[in-house]
């Protein structure tokens, strides 16, 4: 039973901010990295931010230096806090986890962010 539930997103303003949440229903120690992916509608889906069990981060190069991914282990959860949201920003965030070293093998459903103009 692995599952993966994302939470947060929602309609907001250009400039504004938003926190997704991802809740695992495993301890998040079982995993070696956890990641957010988007996709927008008729484009492919990105990298957003991943994290490492050793604590290391990438970004994505549009959101780098506004969003931040981050962990908190005693509740199985990962965040993205977004923060001078664009309408680009637009897609539906996916929770990522990986068992393996750069695949990711568990995908919650989504949650829709939008930004409006």
């Known amino acids: 039973q692995v599952q993966l539930v994302e939470s947060g997103g929602g309609l907001v303003q250009t400039g504004g901010s938003l926190r997704l949440s991802c809740a695992a229903s495993?301890?998040?120690?079982?995993?070696?990295?956890m990641a957010w992916y988007r996709r927008a509608p008729g484009k492919q889906r990105d990298l957003v931010a991943q994290?490492?069990?050793?604590?290391?981060?990438d970004y994505g190069d549009s959101v780098k230096g506004r969003f931040t991914i981050s962990r908190d282990n005693a509740s199985n959860t990962l965040y993205l806090q977004m923060n001078s949201l664009k309408p680009e920003d637009t897609a539906v965030y996916y929770c990522?986890?990986?068992?393996?070293?750069?695949?990711?093998?568990?995908w919650g459903q989504g949650t829709q962010v939008t930004v409006s103009s």
């Open positions: 994290i490492t069990s050793n604590g290391s981060t």
């Open positions: 495993v301890s998040i120690f079982s995993f070696n990295a």
């Open positions: 990522a986890a990986a068992t393996k070293i750069d695949y990711f093998n568990y």
